[in-house]
């Protein structure tokens, strides 16, 4: 039996962890959960689960009686006191954005192993948040199903070097669409992915393509592989998660039909895997597994993904903290789909390069990023 922590846990990424954990009541006791502002549903699941911790960074008006049998915390900080409080052995880390870094740094100090979601935080916080897992021998497993996939496949590398990665990518909602269309998406139509079901976040960083450029950017730090040795593939059927090729040509791939139950039970269950009921893959009615190369014309946000992580420290943080900010623009209607890359952009010439030294040093790039990306957002009101 193992305790778990899950941050985000009425998310896409949460709810489909604890759909694991019920499956597993006597391998995984969830007992600590943490959330943004779901009030009802965190009610219902500290109900179902009986946590001994549970926080919200909203307060809600009040906590139900029965439900006081848990210690609860409220605020900004909650998932970083919540995580203290519970010392889960497993923390999975699913909150969305930047907004989640504090729980991942957090879970390194306090949790035996960190199973992470949250790619944003590698992305702004990489090569701390590695150091330090290294420092602190703390296995950071991922359960983002393309690193999922990777690491899968690295099982079985018996010390070979790795000559190339290569992470699929389903090519988005707009994957077919010429640009004067793209540019003028609405949110319905971007929202709309054809392969995965999942936060709103990510499923527009899907159709811009920025969500592969942030997997780069994670897989460069989950690996340690050089930036042009991480290779992006169109795949529209998303069956194979992602590739690792040797030095001798031989390319494995990890398959199945995509449901994020297999990464996150494989990152829970590690090195066991944990059946969840998952159809076996039918080659005969798949009849076609096809492959595209990236457009980057269409799709600008990989190569300023790309550019980043080649440039210093500091850049990812800033193309992160740019895209939070647009993303959130469009999805509340402020401003078009084209307008995304751009402000990315501005936001990168805009920022100096800054020295990343600590935790502090992300945030303080996070916020010069943020007040560049809402100042060129102004051109697109
Ligand atoms: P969702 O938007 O579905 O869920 C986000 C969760 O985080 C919710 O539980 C939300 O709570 C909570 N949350 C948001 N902000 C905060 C905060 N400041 N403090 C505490 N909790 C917070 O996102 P997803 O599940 O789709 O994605 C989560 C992460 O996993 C992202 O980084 C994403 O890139 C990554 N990921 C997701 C995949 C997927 O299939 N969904 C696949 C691969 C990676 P509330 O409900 O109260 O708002
Ligand atoms: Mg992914």
Redesign the pocket.
Known sequence: MRTLAI??????????TLDIARRYPDRIKVDCL??????E??FELVREFRPSVA????QPDSIPEDLHFCQWFFG?D??SRALKAAKSQDALC????I??LD?VWTALDVCERVLL?????LVTGGPLVTANAARLNKPLLP???EHSAIFQCLQARQGNPVRRLILTASGGALRTWDKARIAKATVDEVLAHPT????????V?CATML?KG?EIIEAYHLFGLPEDKIDAIVHPQSIIHSMIEFEDGATLAQMGYPD?RG?IGYALGYPERLPYGAKPLDFASLAQLTFEAPDTERFPCLNLARAALRDSDSAPIVLNGANEVAVDAFLNRYIPFGAIPAIIESALNICPTKQINNIDDVYETDAMARRAALDALGRFL
Do not use: F
């Open positions: 941050l985000g846990a009425t998310g896409s990424i949460g709810t489909q943490v959330v943004h502002s779901s009030a549903k965190l926080a919200m960074t909203k900004e909650c998932s699913a909150i969305v954005g907004a989640g729980a979601a949250n790619k944003e935080a359960v983002d199903s995965w079901k999942m936060g709103r976040k990510i499923t960083d969500n942030l994020m990464p």
